[in-house]
Antibody, heavy 121, light 110 residues
Framework: QLQLQESGPGLVKPSETLYLTCTVS??????????WGWIRQPPGTGPEWIGS???????FFNPTLSSRATMSVDTAKNQFSLRLSSVTATDTAVYHC?????????????WGQGTLVTVSS | QSVLTQPPSESAAPGQKVTISCSGG????????VSWYQQLPGAAPKLLIY???ERPSGVPARFSGSKSGTSATLAITGLQTGDEADYYC???????????FGTGTMVTVL
């Protein structure tokens, strides 16, 4: 079955850029039915959608993060990535990647287990 | 703070029913489909309900969703200890132009 796995540094310094990669297995990132998304969850709070990307098109983002976030897809490696610039302590969170259905409705399934990113000097 | 409001907690005895509300507005719940997610302790969220009342393959029929106007509801019948988790609603918000999640509800089995 489809599985997603996040990878990247667990510690990022303030003002630097966070970079995470999601590896998709058990399915193709080029599946034309789905987008691929990033969602974060600060400690003790609910999820926050960051943005989503289609394998052959651009990405769309939560307006609250769009000025700092970029996403890319590597179809050869079946991976997609997130860059979040100028991070601060408020960007500390567990970051999940997920498959995103965005058609007549929106939902995320499945999710990766998540990776904790701490922003600290 | 989220535009989707849920009660912080709900509880019931094993075998009983618990309902979780998700209150929004015309820019989100009223005009868009609602999803529900279950987050067991230490785990990633899992899709429980999509398009208001549809269950993905493998989700027990004990879980059901409904929507009316600007509110949605998740019902869990035959409550089990393994249902202790945080539950989140989610939907697209046309004004924010973003997918939004609810504030979350912790379910406790007494």
């Amino acid at each position: 079955q489809l599985q997603l796995q996040e990878s990247g540094p667990g510690l990022v310094k303030p003002s630097e850029t966070l970079y995470l990669t999601c590896t998709v297995s058990g399915g193709s990132i080029s599946d034309n039915t789905y987008y691929w998304g990033w969602i974060r969850q600060p400690p003790g709070t609910g999820p926050e959608w960051i943005g989503s990307i289609y394998y052959s098109a651009g990405a769309f983002f939560n307006p609250t993060l769009s000025s700092r976030a970029t996403m890319s897809v590597d179809t050869a490696k079946n991976q997609f990535s997130l860059r979040l610039s100028s991070v601060t302590a408020t960007d500390t969170a567990v970051y999940h990647c997920a498959r995103h259905y965005s058609g007549r409705s929106n939902w995320f399934d499945p999710w990766g287990q998540g990776t904790l990113v701490t922003v600290s000097s | 703070q989220s535009v989707l409001t849920q009660p912080p907690s709900e509880s019931a005895a094993p075998g009983q029913k618990v309902t979780i509300s998700c209150s929004g507005g015309s820019s989100n719940i009223e005009n868009n489909f609602v999803s529900w997610y279950q987050q067991l302790p230490g785990a990633a969220p899992k899709l429980l309900i999509y398009e208001n009342d549809e269950r993905p393959s493998g989700v027990p029929a004990r879980f059901s969703g409904s929507k009316s106007g600007t509110s949605a509801t998740l019902a869990i019948t035959g409550l089990q200890t393994g249902d202790e988790a945080d539950y989140y609603c989610g939907t697209w918000d046309d004004s924010l132009n973003a997918y939004v999640f609810g504030t979350g509800t912790m379910v406790t089995v007494l």
